[in-house]
């Protein structure tokens, strides 16, 4: 029987590359259910091609616009809430999550709550709410499988090993295209600048937050909650030429690494037919013809949203769900030209410091701190009568 | 209960690391047979500090000098047929095999033949007669854990793995000594300058070997028995840091390296504690310090035996034992000076040219082709009237 996928954020740059990867396998994926924000007419392209019974328009906006009818789909959701009635009522053994930020978090917590395995490219709600997500994943007994290029190193590099002989995860990151640059040098930086990654083609959220180094900083996070280790065994190493894509040291000293070209249809592809491997008919690595692969310790002084995002995981409860609505909020104002690339861990510090954080993470909780965090940021933003 | 272990060779290069692992761990290890070639004093101490049942001494010709009493045993071995006796009489849970050449596989086979789990770091055996130890092991339910840190590299990376997912296995090499230098220039090569690895200290055969790559041919044979994988499947790649041990890459384009620190005692502790790690106190890899990783391809024009133990495999049968055989002695032939460096291959291919090989791979079958090998080789050197 093929594996019934609903995916989630199907209009973005990994739906796409899911679908990619869906569309070489037609004997062995079905697409059930596509989810897309606002872009509709994506959305109808890829319901006339992969059929799915259902679909899903998250901006309600746009809803009058999109009918059953229109997609070629048996019933057609709409809104936030659509995207998580979607998760529940159509029947599929995966949920692949590729929404941008915390939105995602209801549809996969809906997903599990179902007794459907999640494959989680989206960072935000494990970021958010890793406590939640996750023990609701071992009440149902339900997977949850990293998407995310370095947790499925990770992920890879842990099978058939003891999780109580992890002695330190070395998460690798590029250094962004930034990278050696001091922080002076970096007060001018437009969004298209900070969106111009330089070994990974992504969306431009991911880019801008590869570009602060906050991408790593959500990364330790997730890896926290998905490999159930403690933040002082994850550490960053920087490696320009994101080869390795992340490695797992073990207490006796071996270190295992998991090596791939930079295309994220390879660690999509794994989550999806985990715990087998299906030949890709994609480019291999050569490494006789790669640069020398270097590595080096990251500067936190030039990156502070790397030790930002720290210094939440250490705090706990709501402290990271508010990092990261405020980073998102900061994001989103700096891609709109309303707030220089250097006042992003501004805004995060700010709203680190003075949003008061749950202790306990509920769902209520971590919305409570979400929104909070996005009207503490957008205020700040505002008020700081910011000029680019 | 502790891990029962008989050590042979245990006064060599991998011997005595072997040691200083059980030393580390005298709650966890228990060592109860040790066998040593003709180092009688070296014996003397090691069973004067590890206490061990049974010792044996295989060099027949020392046999007077060791008494059961002047070892403070309980049972002494003599020769090479005391060393098999010693195997299967005493009780152990795991035989590492650490003995030099060819002369290994009696013993390896009486391990497995009693049910005993063997961790081989002696190639030989596994190269002259692979089909045979692994059909016997099969046969008893034995596992044949590797203790080379390539194949112990491979090992690791295939853990929760599947096998038929494996799609190339890259052998790394350091290049040996003599990495970059043309052929011509090598002519003068000294026994000592051979012998001195650029990243790994060994004993005086091995580090031959590595200088005319033959070791990364025997390694290839080494590990088609071990992981049960084709020859084509199987590739050498020079990374002369010596970080990354080995690499395999899966069917869906993912790579799994293992790195670690160039010392013997990690991969010996491994074989030892399989399936489980234990903290090891030893130095860790700080990657961050390293210098940077390079891979190239090796080049075969440069290095003849590597095209000649690929050969020998793609033959099979007595092939790898003659190939082995002669190469052992011509080896030995250049320690003592008797035959120049670039020679060793010469002598290699010619007893593979010319040497009957027997189809089939039995006991007697392998021996004869040892010896033959042998005795071809030192006709061959000394008819050649060599002169270094």
Redesign the interface.
């Known amino acids: 029987m093929r594996t019934r996928i609903i995916l989630l954020g199907s209009t973005g740059s990994i739906g796409n590359s899911a679908l990619e990867v869906a569309r070489r396998y037609p004997d062995r994926f079905e697409i059930v259910g596509l989810a897309a924000c606002s872009n509709v007419e994506g959305l109808k392209r890829q319901c006339a091609e992969f059929r799915p019974r259902s679909a899903a328009i998250v901006d309600e906006t746009l809803a009058p616009d999109v009918t059953a009818r229109a997609l070629e789909v048996e019933k057609v959701y709409r809104g936030s809430e659509g995207a998580q009635a979607l998760v529940v009522e159509e029947e599929a053994d995966i949920v692949l999550a590729a929404m941008v930020g915390a939105a995602g978090l209801s549809p996969v917590l809906a997903a599990i709550r179902s007794g459907k395995r999640v494959a989680l490219a989206n960072k935000e709600p494990l970021v958010s709410a890793g406590a939640l997500i996750m023990s609701e994943a071992r009440r149902m007994g339900v997977p949850v499988l990293p998407v995310d290029s370095e947790h499925s190193a990770i992920f890879?590099?842990i099978?058939?090993?003891?999780s109580e002989?992890i002695?330190q995860i070395?998460l690798t990151a590029s250094g962004g295209p930034f990278y050696q640059r001091d922080r002076a040098s970096m007060s001018g930086i437009s969004p298209d600048e900070a969106a111009n990654h330089p070994t990974w083609d992504m969306g431009r959220k991911i880019s801008v937050d590869s570009a602060t180094l906050m991408n790593k900083g959500l990364e330790i996070i997730e890896a926290m909650w998905l490999f159930d280790v403690a933040l002082d065994k994850i550490g960053v190493?920087i490696h320009p030429q994101s080869i390795?894509h992340s490695?797992v040291?073990?207490?006796?000293?071996?270190?295992?690494?998991?090596?791939?070209?930079t295309d994220m249809k390879?660690p999509i592809?794994?989550a999806l037919?985990w715990p087998?491997?299906?030949?890709?008919p994609?480019a291999?690595?050569d490494?006789?013809t790669?640069p020398?692969?270097?590595?080096?310790?990251p500067d936190f002084s030039e990156f502070p949203c790397l030790r930002l995002a720290m210094d939440a995981a250490h705090r706990g409860g709501g402290a990271p769900a508010i990092l990261n609505a405020a980073n998102e909020t900061a994001v989103e104002a700096f891609c709109e030209g309303r707030l220089p690339f250097l006042q992003i861990s501004e805004v995060v510090e700010a709203a680190l410091d003075q949003v008061e954080s749950p202790h306990e993470v509920t769902f209520d909780t971590i919305m409570e701190a979400d929104a909070a965090g996005r009207r503490f940021a957008r205020t700040f933003i505002d008020q700081a009568g910011v000029r680019v």
Chains 1, 2 share one sequence.
Do not use: N, S, W
């Open positions: 890879q590099c099978q058939g090993q003891q002989e002695y070395h190493v390795i490695m040291e073990f207490t006796d000293g071996g270190i295992l690494a998991h090596l791939g070209p390879f592809q794994y037919t087998e491997r299906v030949r890709a994609m291999r690595l490494l006789t790669m020398p692969l270097t590595f080096a310790k």
